[in-house]
């Protein structure tokens, strides 16, 4: 079973890996790595659309500015909390899943 936790961190080397793989071969040693690498990464792939709904108790963390956000408590501005519960709104998503991906977002 793929990974219970939803994390943007997981996938960051996603985008790398396909735009390395773009030049080779079915005989390029490189290629046999990247079926590889893909393979391990099937059922983090698959859990993509495997997310938690929108969760209570997480959005009045949220709404207190103290999401939870990849294991760890942060403290948010107001406009942070506007962003989060928009994203979790919009996607229909756990708002500590909304909240990494607007902090993973912010620069």
């Known amino acids: 079973m793929a990974n219970a936790t939803w994390e943007p961190e997981r ?26 690498q893909l393979e391990k990464l099937k059922p983090d792939m698959a859990a ?35 962003e989060a519960k928009k994203l979790s709104d919009f996607l229909e998503i756990d708002e500590d899943i909304a909240s990494a991906l607007v902090h993973k977002a912010a620069p």
């Open 48 to 82: 993509l659309f495997e997310y938690p709904g929108k969760n209570p108790q997480h959005r009045s963390e949220l709404e207190k500015g103290t999401p939870t956000i990849n294991g760890e408590k942060f403290k948010v501005s107001d406009d942070f909390i506007t």
């Open 11 to 36: 996938f960051a080397n996603l985008s790398k890996l396909l735009e390395e793989s773009l030049g080779l071969t079915d005989e390029s040693p490189a290629f046999e790595q990247l079926k590889k």
